[in-house]
């Protein structure tokens, strides 16, 4: 069996990325895969076999891959990209494209994230094995066009099925429940959405046919906030609790600016509820219930807190269109197939193996992390040991 | 699985938009209609007019003859006809003499979305037809009228199409679908087009959506969802109207209503394929496409 590290800044609950590498590293031993995980923070939850925290510093990646006999080391988030193409001197590596925000929405920050984009385009994928993307939206938005697509799955989510119509016509007598689920906190305003959401509560929270609901991680001031705007918050909740507030709204809503793929959004669905996405990001593959505005998405309220019937017609639709796209299945297979072509590199396939290449990618290697004194400094102490051992 | 990384590179729904167009794009948000006055039941006809004084007198006569139907019937109905440009005299004196109830609205500038959506704004009935001028109903006005009844008889109803001829009788629409196939998925087409089957008259069926040439809307429903979307510069907007329409739960229906002639590309140049439009539509719509 082959062996493989996926390289990531978080596993914890709650976080997009930490459910990916789970998914993935618990389906892809049936496709002729080991996955370990290194990352830089990890909670109790996902403490344990196969997950280890991992400095960002080349030394400890390589001894670690050196030790455990690691073929592909594979980056899902920064700053472990920014090593790939020292590591790529010792091991074929994968550039796991979760995407990042459109650096325009962050006003503050924008340069210093384009430039972020930016190095990634030009130091980044040019020199690693193989870039993947997590939608066709992630393909486009990197700028590398001939990077695969392996889609995420939704099947870690319990298949209760879809509703049932009595379900519909029990809840018909009260407000249609409404909700999302984001990282609350004004640091995340920029392009979650979370203004789109209040001016919708706002409009429409207080005519009695429509109660808003929020879930995510945030602080006890972001309940206060949204309480006042007679918006049920729930903090920092458990996987059980989040797979219950799904199934229990009536309508999802991501407002969010962009996602590469929208992991709740595919969830919610998934739980039987039908999900309203903006068209921006990787929406147009995640749900069937694009919404070119946010008229879109008051006409579809409106219309759904008097006739549940076509809302009980949605919320199926939402749930058939994310059960048969996304499946972690699937994607772990596709994704194992993507580290077979990745050993099946043939760049400088002859080259690596002999062991004056080898030798070279070492020194090159170096080259890069340490510099020219680096090196020096590095040889001057192995002929001091020498000299040392010798006298 | 539609996947939009397609073979026809134009199609690509990313390659063109950049998240940060989309987003303002989106906060821009659509437009509102707003109606001039209370709208009352009745059926007004939206027809868009460039030159073409031979298309002005058959519509002219042909209002005239549905008029005369619809008074019989207990009908209101009246005729909105923004001209988008007109140069020629013969055209020019024809809209200067409109027939009764039908109103000219001059110096439009075209653009499908947005010139009908003015249109509508001036309309004062519950149920709206927008129809191309290329299309002649001389042969049996009375259709138009089955349509309207059709349409108000049925609240689940969302809009009413009809089938097209060409005037070598092969037919030129009969509703539309969406393709299948990899790399073009979810693209609408033209099922049965240029064939010669025939429908027997009053034949009413359910179909993902119909042409803008010739669609009847209920105006309450048309407004709420902001009309065709201006947003598309040349295409799709109808198709983009009924999946609107589709995805508020209403069904959408295509009938034979009798030699209805669509003369097709009358005053567009065949060809003028829009693929910011197409690709568009395919964002937007191609994953809803998938279950219907």
């Not at chain 1, 990042?100 to 962050?106: A, N, R, S």
């Not at chain 1, 993507?338 to 043939?346: C, K, P, Q, R």
């Not at chain 2, 069904?251 to 567009?268: D, F, K, Q, Y």
């Not at chain 2, 003028?272 to 568009?280: G, I, S």
């Amino acid at each position: 069996m082959r062996r493989a590290l996926l390289l990531t800044s978080v596993m914890k609950r709650g976080y997009g990325v930490s459910v990916v590498g789970a998914e993935l590293a618990a389906r892809l031993e049936a496709n002729g895969w080991k996955l370990d995980i290194g990352a830089l923070e990890i909670d109790e939850f996902f403490a344990g076999a196969g997950v280890v925290e991992m400095p960002d510093d080349i030394t400890s990646i390589v001894t670690y891959c050196q030790t455990h006999e690691v073929d592909v080391i594979v980056a899902q988030t920064s700053p472990y990209f920014e090593k790939l193409p020292i590591l790529d001197h010792w091991f074929r590596t994968m550039a796991y494209e979760h995407g990042d925000p459109t650096p325009g929405l962050f006003p503050r920050s924008m340069l210093e994230r384009e430039k972020g984009r930016s190095h990634k385009r030009k130091n980044v994928y040019p020199y690693v094995s193989r870039v993947v993307a997590i939608s066709d939206f992630i393909r486009a938005d990197i700028g590398w066009p001939s990077a695969s697509v392996v889609l995420n799955g939704c099947d870690h989510v319990p298949d209760l099925g879809i509703k049932p119509q009595s379900e519909f016509e029990k809840r018909g007598s009260r407000p249609l429940r409404v909700g999302t689920l984001m990282r609350l906190g004004y640091g995340e305003s920029y392009y979650k959405g979370i203004d789109e959401f209040e001016s919708l509560v706002k409009s429409h929270g207080g005519d009695g046919r429509i109660s808003f609901a929020i879930m995510g991680r945030g602080r006890e001031t972001d309940r206060q906030h949204w309480n006042a705007l007679g918006v049920d918050c729930h903090l920092n909740a458990s996987d059980e609790e989040r797979s219950s507030f799904l199934r229990e709204l009536d309508v999802f809503i991501s407002p969010s600016m962009w996602e590469g793929f929208n992991l709740p959004l595919v969830e919610a669905q998934a739980s039987g509820t039908v999900g309203l996405a903006f068209d921006v990001g990787a929406h147009p593959e995640t749900t069937p219930f694009v919404m070119s505005s946010i008229n879109d998405i008051e006409f579809l309220l409106d219309l759904w807190s008097v006739d549940r019937l076509a809302l009980a017609k949605a919320s199926e639709h939402s749930y058939r269109f994310v059960r048969s796209q996304f499946l972690w299945d699937r994607a772990a297979s596709e994704f194992a197939a993507e580290l077979d072509v990745t050993m099946g590199t043939s760049r400088g396939e002859l080259w690596r193996r002999t062991k004056i290449g080898r030798m070279f990618r070492r020194i090159l290697g170096r080259f890069r992390i340490d510099g020219v004194i680096g090196i020096t400094r590095a040889l001057l102490l192995r002929v001091f040991r020498l000299f040392g051992r010798n006298h | 699985m539609g996947r939009f990384f397609g073979v026809i590179q134009q199609l690509d729904p990313y390659r063109e938009a950049n998240n940060l167009e989309r987003v303002r794009r989106l906060v821009a948000g659509r437009r509102e209609l707003n109606l001039a006055g209370e709208m009352v039941d009745g059926l007004s006809i939206i027809v868009l007019n460039k030159d073409r004084p031979d298309l002005l007198r058959a519509l002219w006569s042909s209002f005239d003859a549905l008029r005369v139907l619809a008074d019989t019937k207990g009908i209101p109905i009246e005729l909105l006809v923004g001209d988008t440009g007109s140069k020629d005299p013969e055209a020019l004196e024809l809209l200067r003499s409109p027939p009764q109830r039908c109103r000219v609205t001059f110096d439009m500038s075209y653009q499908f979305s947005r010139c009908n959506n003015d249109l509508f704004e001036l309309a004062n009935h519950s149920v709206s037809l927008f129809m191309n001028n290329d299309v002649l109903f001389d042969a049996n006005p009375m259709g138009l009228l089955d349509c309207y009844e059709r349409l108000t008889a049925d609240s689940e109803l969302g809009a009413i199409g009809a089938v097209l001829y060409f005037e070598d009788g092969r037919i030129q629409h009969a509703g539309i679908g969406f393709l299948r196939e990899v790399g073009v998925w979810g693209l609408p087409f033209h099922p049965g087009a240029r064939s010669s089957l025939a429908y027997p008259e009053g034949l009413f069926w359910p179909i993902a959506a119909v042409t803008g040439a010739f669609i009847m809307v209920p105006s309450v429903l048309y407004r709420a969802l902001g009309g065709f979307d201006e947003g598309y510069a040349k295409e799709c907007q109808d198709v983009d109207l009924c999946l609107k329409i589709a995805r508020s739960g209403r069904r959408i229906e295509v009938g034979s209503i009798g030699p209805i002639v669509h003369l097709e590309n009358a005053t567009r140049v065949s060809g003028e394929e829009d693929w910011l439009d197409r690709a568009l539509f395919l964002r937007r719509w191609s994953s809803f496409a998938e279950e219907l």
